[in-house]
């Protein structure tokens, strides 16, 4: 919008008027340039009624336009919420009650992207892994190369639209007579028919078609990680480039490891001796069977750390996290004789060291 024009005369409104005669008057300025009115219309204008109109319709957009004028909007806002309406097509179904003017492009169209879940197990995440999945993507049809005519059989010129690829289509509405111009459905947009569909495609001009893809998931991947292929996806229309292939990676929980950041996590069981005693024990690793030295008089819930045993930044196993080992001291339920007479030893020995310490104990 140009810096110079006045919001009020945009819209033929005075600076005092009410809400209700800012909205009347808008109505009748964005008739009046409606592109589509033949004697009076004007985009570029029609557009900037449209944005003087969400502004001073907003009673808090207007009071900071009244005061700073649009800088002031500017540096409140930011200029994208100031002027942001995206798309026209979006103006007019904003003001037509839904009458888009659409058209599809009649060149050459990208394909869609494909979207393929993965799962893999934790180990596959920490070192990444190989892999082959089968997709099925839109391919050009290898009979017709995609034009979806029967080898030897002609286009013809569509009849619906002339060859245009859009039809007009004239309608009632609030603004009185509003012209929309959509895709042609005869020919979608493309202008020209199939004289003799391809037998192989049905005329479409494309297949679905299985693929298998070589999928290299890099070492490090957390759940919901996306990869991306490009140009794997979809193939293009009328010579269009192709769409991405993403590879959404699920990782299932494992038994022993679970992952905190760049750590691998696993809960230890430690018999009471051992950690009173303190002593080696062999622990998991995602390396295989490491050994763990316990100290002595280990709590339950003191971890413990195997440094540069954790998870690897992603494509590179040289910087790895840590592993940590959270103990967990079993208390042991069913005694033999032999060790239930030890036990009762010991007992009577902290009874001894009890009494000491705290002149009462049993
Ligand atoms: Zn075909
Ligand atoms: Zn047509």
Known sequence: MSQ???LYELLSASRDATEDEIKKAFRQQARKFHPDNKETGNEELFKEINQAYEILSDPEKRAIYD?????GLRSTFGNSEVFDFGDLSDLFSQFFGGATRTRRSTGPERGADIRYELEISFLEAVKGCTTQITIQPLEDCGLCKGTGAKPGSQLKTCKTCNGIGEVKRVSESFFGHVTQITTCPSCNGV???VEQPCTECNGKGQKRTKKPVDVKVPCGVDDGARLRWGGKGEAGRQGGPPGDLYVIINVKEDETFSRNGQDIIIQQKVSFSQAALGGNIKVPSVDGEKTLMIPSGAQTGAVLKIPGLGIPKINNMARRGDQLIEIIIETPTKLSPEEKKIFEQLAS??????KKKYGFFN
Not at 349 to 354: A, P, V, W, Y
């Open 4 to 6: 110079a024009k006045d």
């Open 67 to 71: 005061q700073y004028g649009l800088g």
């Open 191 to 193: 202008g020209k028919m």
């Open 349 to 354: 020995l902290q009874d001894e060291k009890g």
